[in-house]
């Protein structure tokens, strides 16, 4: 199956610092892609869809001027935590799927690690 | 708004049964309803999609079933294995784009 990469794994940083992570997708050319942020024991919740080339989609009550998101090729979008809070840890996965369809597989990175001290 | 329910937070059952873990939605049918499997600290791999037009949907050791009457999905594994120990994941894409996923099962094989 196709691959999708998340840089990186874990990250461990100081309240107001920045962080930014990477989701490649290795073999295919990733038309869409998702972030996901998942807290202990919830399941996954979407963040924001981006497509390529163009603005990302938030969903409701995620700060879009928080959360920044580029998905500036086929096979990269980074979602950078500005001004990160302790109650920003959490688990933050990307997918990513080829084409807009719905019925689309979406593949999932190995999601990274996200500690704020 | 859609809430989706997966009917146990953990399921334990004996090497070599079946386990079958549920999932439940309110209001309206999803076009497709998919299942993924989640290990610990990593992120979901997809195992089956099930559109609302098919009844069963099968794969190796793997079943799942839609019945929208019930508005419920049942995934099955036959002869269960300790590997087979993970969270199970079901997830629903409607008429959008974006996938709501339920809140998992974690199922436990005991040999």
């Known amino acids: 199956g196709a691959v999708v990469s998340q840089h990186p794994s874990w990250v461990i940083c100081k309240s107001g610092t920045s962080v930014k992570i990477e989701c490649r997708s290795l073999d295919f050319q990733a038309t869409t892609m998702f972030w996901y942020r998942q807290f202990p024991k919830q399941s996954l919740m979407l963040m924001a869809t981006?497509?390529?080339?163009?603005?990302?989609?938030?969903e409701q009550g995620v700060e879009k001027d928080k959360f920044l998101i580029n998905h500036a090729s086929l096979t990269l979008s980074t979602l950078t935590v500005t001004s990160a809070h302790p109650e920003d840890s959490s688990f933050y996965i990307c997918s990513a799927q080829e084409g807009q369809e719905q019925n689309n597989e979406q593949f999932f990175g190995p999601g990274t690690r996200l500690t704020v001290l | 708004s859609q809430k989706i329910e997966q009917n146990s937070e953990a399921l334990n059952i004996q090497e070599g049964k079946t386990a079958t873990l549920t999932c439940n939605y309110t209001n309206y049918s999803p076009a497709y309803l998919q299942w993924y499997r989640q290990d610990p600290g990593r992120g979901p791999v997809f195992l089956l999609l099930?559109?609302?037009?098919?009844k069963e949907k099968r794969k190796e050791r793997l079943k799942v079933t839609f019945d929208t009457t019930l508005k419920q999905s049942l995934f099955h594994i036959t002869a269960s294995q300790p590997a087979d120990s993970a969270t199970y994941l079901c997830a629903f894409s409607g008429g959008y784009q974006k996938v709501t996923f339920g809140t998992g099962t974690k199922l436990q094989v005991i040999p």
């Open positions: 981006s497509n390529e080339g163009s603005k990302a989609t938030y």
């Open positions: 099930i559109r609302e037009n098919e």
